[in-house]
């Protein structure tokens, strides 16, 4: 199988830049991942990962790092993103693992 050509996006371009070259480039799915917590020793640190369908059915308006966002408009995102995923998934570490 060929490999897709590399996918250039400007640096500032942001994320969905980033993804919609990476399908144009034949990647069929791309995941976004983000994790929160109050680092290694405190803990938890929650990590979460999503794929979202590409183009226009995909689009959260408000999906951004879950740090920049506040706690009800985290609330919002992840109703939509559970709604539109085709795959989502959430992990939880408890301190000391």
Known sequence: ????????????????AMEEALHRRGFSSVAGAD?????ACAGPLVTAACILPPGPRGRVPELADSK?????????????????ARAWSV???PPGE
């Open 68 to 84: 920049l966002l506040t706690a009800a408009a985290r609330e919002r995102v992840y109703a939509q993103v559970v709604r539109r």
């Open 91 to 93: 992990v939880i570490i």
């Open 35 to 39: 994790e929160a917590g109050r680092g």
């Open 1 to 16: 199988m060929a490999r897709p050509r590399r996918a250039i996006v400007k640096a500032d371009a942001g994320l969905w």
